[in-house]
């Protein structure tokens, strides 16, 4: 591809976006070109790249000729996100609203929720910036996701990535965000600027869909006690309230509350006007799922509530309450998570992969059905973004029940990513992603080079398939400039499978 594409992401295209509504910031979600007018070339690396400062010690800096956009650094350094430093550029720990540091930060928040201890395992840190407050909460076993639009602070999403904090580009506008019901232990935003009590409190009402019960929602900065934004802070309020949402402490411009553990809020909820959704309605459905003005509702509650579900990181191998809704679905868990820690085993003894080395950071499961991939390489340095594309059934909420963290996706799309993101691409039965009813819906070779779109250079793939498919995707490994070699499988597995482990050139 022409230099000039070196950070192209097809979904999130100003040009193109530019033209759409303003309404419900839409023309900043994701708009993908068609399969046709998507470019089939490879994206370049900037000019002076060089291999990703490895972690942790990427949390504090990052090589300045990787992503040469100083404009963040400009614009925020007095206020601790970030400076340039020689070759480097630095990241203090500071934000908007925590110019003293995220360490700081947190220990205060600390005062009012269990940020120790396993209680909290997943959040969602909304208009992220360069995501320091997730980087930072890493120390207490919290995994944080956090999300940004691409916006005018150019990169934002990409400076996060490169430190290895796990970030994605994405924006609260007319859609669901790609994830299940109940996902998140705690939802913090810092001066994200969501207008919560909008469009008659839709914002809101997305973020309890999100919000696991008996879970904690933070927001510091705007509208909270914030000059001329009385009449949003005071509508703020009123709508947690009709929600039963406990106040745990309002300081300065940063409230905490806390989601009730149980359903027994209908009353008042119809008092303030609020609908409850349709029992028709799937909480859980959120790829390109518009946006409903109601409370969702699920029929299983308590069971997955916070302090009722247990502590990490007893989580991540108990059979979460969600997976009796999938047939046999304790059993299937189980013998899921027995298999992969023996692939896993394999792949690191018999193939060489440099799972638990400084080398590979940031992990995509393209196809992660439960989860049991990260599971199995949750003691490793690496956080893994866990995939549920959207034509397989929707696991993704027993991958949040576990601890872990992911995302919906259609893989006939490019993923809402930069170029150069992951040191390490796994996944399992690649031909299934693109198939629906069995009938192909777009090409290998798209996918490919999507793969390797968002892979670093010396970064790793490896496709676990049958040899039909391995033979397929090999053939294209050449045109990607990849080196690759093939393998059998693990001993002991009565599937005819073949494994392909490929190195980005």
């Not at 397929?472 to 001993?491: C, F, G, M, Q, S």
């Amino acid at each position: 591809c022409p230099i000039e594409t070196v950070d192209y992401m097809p979904c999130e295209d100003p040009k193109r976006n530019s033209r759409l509504s303003r309404v419900m910031n839409f023309y900043r979600e994701r708009h993908c070109p068609l399969p046709e007018e998507t470019p089939l070339c490879l994206i370049p690396p900037p000019k002076g790249y060089r291999i990703p400062v490895t972690w942790p010690e990427s949390l504090h800096k990052i090589w300045h000729s990787n992503m040469p956009h100083n404009k963040i650094a400009e614009r925020k350094g007095h206020q601790g996100w970030m400076k340039e430093e020689g070759e480097f550029f630095i990241f203090p720990g500071g934000g908007t609203m925590f110019p003293d540091g995220a360490v700081q930060y947190i220990q205060n928040l600390g005062m009012h929720i269990p940020t120790s201890g396993g209680v909290l395992r997943t959040a969602l840190d909304m208009g992220c910036g360069v995501a320091s407050f997730g980087g930072y909460l890493l120390n207490e076993d919290i995994l944080t996701i956090s999300f940004a639009a691409k916006d005018s602070h150019k990169a934002q999403i990409q400076f996060a990535l490169e430190r290895g904090i796990p970030t994605f580009v994405a924006m609260l506008g007319t859609r669901r965000l790609p994830f299940p019901a109940y996902s998140f232990d705690l939802v913090h935003c810092s001066r994200c600027l969501i207008p919560f009590t909008a469009y008659n409190f839709t914002y809101f009402l997305e973020v309890d869909r999100l919000l696991r019960p008996g879970g904690y929602l933070v927001i510091s900065g705007p509208p909270v006690q914030w000059s001329k934004q009385e009449k949003e802070w005071n509508d703020l309020q009123s709508v947690a309230q009709a929600m039963c949402y406990e106040v745990i402490a309002v300081e300065g411009n940063t409230a905490i509350w806390k989601k009730p553990s149980v359903d027994s809020c209908v009353s008042r909820q119809s008092n303030f006007g609020l609908a409850i959704c349709s029992n028709a309605d799937d909480p859980s459905k959120a790829w390109y799922f518009k946006l409903k003005n109601c409370v969702s509702k699920l029929s299983i509650q308590g069971e997955i509530a916070v302090g009722s579900i247990p502590n990490w990181p007893k989580r991540l191998i108990s059979p979460p309450a969600r997976v009796t809704f999938v047939k046999n679905g304790i059993d299937v868990f189980k013998a899921d998570t027995e298999l992969w820690a023996r692939r896993v085993a394999y792949y690191k003894k018999s193939l060489h992969v440099k799972l638990g080395t400084a080398s590979i950071r940031n992990v995509m499961d393209m196809n992660a059905f439960f989860g049991s991939f990260a599971a199995a390489i949750f003691s490793d340095p690496v956080w893994v973004m866990n995939v549920i594309p959207s034509n397989k059934p929707l696991t993704l909420d027993i991958i949040y029940d576990r601890g872990l963290v992911g995302v919906y996706h259609d893989w006939c799309e490019p993923f809402s990513t930069y170029p150069r993101t992951y040191d390490l691409i796994h996944v399992a039965d690649i031909d299934t992603i693109r198939r629906s009813s069995g009938e192909p819906r777009c090409n290998l070779v798209d996918i490919m080079v999507e793969m390797d779109r968002i892979l670093r250079p010396k970064g790793m793939v490896l496709v676990y398939d049958s040899p039909e498919v391995i033979e397929k995707v090999n053939r294209i490994v050449p045109a990607l400039r990849w080196t690759a070699t093939l393998h059998d499988i693990e001993p002991g597995s009565e599937n005819n499978k073949k494994i392909l482990v490929a190195t980005k050139m």
